[in-house]
């Protein structure tokens, strides 16, 4: 028999020696080893990185829609990037920062809807945003309203995306916090809460608890007919919906300003405005800046109508069969990004 090549001789020898290793002894490797303590898993599970890509998108969206609301021009006695509206304390600029600090805090109202968190939890958050708020400003209230009303409503979509609710945000609101709302402190020193003890305005505790009536009443039916009377021209949409909002709401910015004489003014010079057309007749721009500058004169601002128009972009974007909200309401931030 001819000699074996090299090769054959040595995969002979490693079959020889497998097929003489005893039977008793592994040749694999063990799944544990009982001296070390298994590794943590660092990796968080898919639901939880879902949940956090879902509240910075959510929180993302609330904060352009308060740049939204600060794009819009003209809106009678409120700040815009034209002017500072009645206000001598504040500016777009200022507004813009004060929003660009709230998207942690808005984030853990998403959060805080996930776990199904209670009231008391809410108000912690509330608080720090509001703190958050005061130190970028410089003790400037610009904010405080929006954070209370969108907070709500951002906590509203984080429990319905957890409990596969089919209610409107408004509705979860009032069902999950109303009462709890209602019953807790109220704000010594908020001009909302001063015009709400001496005049019995509801403000905006009763438009919480009752699920933001004013928002899926007037305000959005007002964004869809100014799209309509815009002809799909976005910023027109948000004049048509600021108008609106202030011809029909008790707001107690107002109230605090002016009175029950200021208030009625404003609703008045609203009313006019859309009864002589609104944004589809011809000269509105005109006509909506001498409004503006009426209320400016009066000292006048609206800081609750300003609160809902930037809370029901939000509404129109969050609820179900209005998800396009990336080609309705176009912003660009002053970091640069496009919502």
């Known amino acids: 028999m001819p000699n074996a090549a090299p090769h054959d001789r040595k995969t002979s020898t490693m079959d020889n020696l497998i097929r003489s290793t005893p039977r008793s002894i592994s040749l694999s490797i063990p799944h544990s080893v009982p001296d070390r303590p298994p590794l943590p ?24 829609c308060l740049d939204l609301e600060v794009a819009t021009y003209p809106k009678p006695g409120l700040v815009s990037h034209i002017d500072r509206g009645a206000h001598r304390d504040m500016d ?28 008391v939890r809410l108000r912690e958050i509330g608080l720090a945003a509001e703190a958050c708020m005061l130190d970028r400003t410089g003790g400037v209230n610009t904010h ?10 951002l906590a509203a979509a984080g429990l319905r995306h957890a409990s596969n609710s089919g209610l409107t945000l408004g509705q979860l609101v009032a069902q999950r916090w109303g009462r709890d709302i209602l019953d807790g402190p109220a704000s010594a020193h908020s001009h909302g809460g001063l015009a709400q003890r001496r ?5 905006a ?24 009377a815009g002809r799909g021209n976005p910023h027109d949409a948000r004049v048509h919906l600021c108008f609106s909002l202030i011809a029909t709401l008790e707001d107690t910015n107002l109230l605090h300003r002016g009175g029950p004489d200021g208030l009625r003014f404003a609703q008045a010079a609203a009313r006019e405005f859309l009864q002589a057309g609104g944004i589809a007749a ?11 500058r009426a209320f400016v004169a009066r000292h006048l601002s609206p800081g609750g109508g300003a609160d809902l128009l930037g809370m029901t972009l939000l509404v129109q974007a969050l609820e179900p069969g209005a998800r396009r909200v990336r080609r309705v309401f176009p912003v660009r931030s002053p970091g640069g990004a496009t919502c």
């Open 41 to 64: 898993d660092l990796a968080p599970s898919r639901p939880a990185v879902r949940e956090a890509a879902l509240a910075r998108d959510f929180a993302r969206l609330a904060k352009n």
């Open 282 to 292: 011809a000269g509105w721009r005109e006509r909506a800046v001498t409004v503006h």
């Open 92 to 119: 777009a600029a200022l507004l813009h920062l004060s929003a660009a600090c709230l998207l942690p805090y808005f984030e853990a109202f998403v959060h805080a809807g996930l776990a199904d968190a209670d009231m």
């Open 144 to 153: 405080r309203g929006a954070i209370f009303g969108m907070g709500l409503l």
């Open 199 to 203: 005049y019995g305005a509801s403000g």
């Open 205 to 228: 505790r009763g438009q919480a608890a009752s699920g933001f009536p004013a928002i899926y009443r007037q305000g959005l039916p007002a964004l869809r007919a100014g799209t309509a």
